[in-house]
């Protein structure tokens, strides 16, 4: 065994216990033995990390480590540019399109309303998550740490939070989407885009007081469903408003 000299840094620390936050700690590791296998051992998915240096240098996941080698781990960076050293991810995400795990059907519907692709489906399975998530290019959010420990997972999140409007939120800040929201584009219910209808031609869909009230509408153009700007609309107005600004 060798002893390899480790520190996580920022919201890495979430997955450690506390007495090893923010602090380099000797770790017991059998020589020759991967990077990856290093850092998901102590409980980080490789979907959360985006820079590890080895005694200074970076380095991908594959590398071998030796005895007395110190390990720095870094988060996905999201602002900064580190192009010039080896990034864990082959390539970042242009675009931001999420899959989002069986158990986080509010916030896949958060994230929608939101205005960002979000697919979502009730019944699948892990490995379906995950070729949808691979073949789409899209972020995987889950609250499954083993399922982002996957090898075949390349870009992922640990979801923290346990409410569905905080965990909103949390993804929001995580990626730093403020600029990118687009409330009343996409559909909640079936991820199909809106788009603005005449209210002559959804009226009779419509309760009364509500075609009466309200003379802008939006149409879902895959399943139908109608928005308007009501109450639901001004609580989401609310979710949406960056920290900075409450």
């Known amino acids: 065994m060798a002893t390899i000299y480790v520190r996580f840094y920022a919201e890495l620390g979430d997955f450690l216990p506390a007495k090893l936050r923010g602090r380099e700690f000797a770790h017991a590791f059998p020589a020759g033995g991967a990077v990856k296998d290093l850092v998901e051992g102590l409980g980080v998915p490789h979907t959360e990390v985006d820079l590890i240096l080895v005694n200074g240098t970076s380095v991908n996941l594959a590398h071998h480590l030796r005895d007395g080698d110190r390990v720095s781990v870094y988060p996905v960076f999201e602002a900064l540019d580190i192009s010039q050293v080896t990034r864990i991810r082959s390539e970042p995400l242009r675009q931001m399109l999420f899959a989002v795990d069986d158990h986080l059907g509010k916030l896949a519907g958060y994230l929608r309303l939101a205005g960002f692709d979000t697919v979502y489906r009730n019944d699948w399975d892990d490995s379906d998550l995950i070729r949808t998530a ?16 996957r ?13 569905p409007r905080a965990q909103l939120r949390e993804v929001l800040s995580r990626f730093d989407l403020w600029e990118a929201l687009r409330p009343l584009s996409r559909c909640s219910v079936c991820n199909s885009l809106v788009e603005p209808v005449d209210a002559d031609m959804v009226k009779e869909a419509l309760p009364l007081e509500t075609a009466r009230s309200f003379g802008d509408f939006w149409r879902c153009t895959g399943c139908g469903k109608v928005y308007w700007r009501g109450a639901h609309y001004r609580s989401l107005e609310s979710l949406l408003r960056r920290p900075q600004e409450e």
Request: glycine share 6%; no cysteine.
């Open 134 to 149: 691979l073949r789409e290019h899209r972020v995987i959010v889950t609250q499954d740490r083993g399922l982002l420990k």
């Open 151 to 163: 090898a075949a997972v390349t870009h992922g999140y640990l979801v923290r939070e346990t409410m």
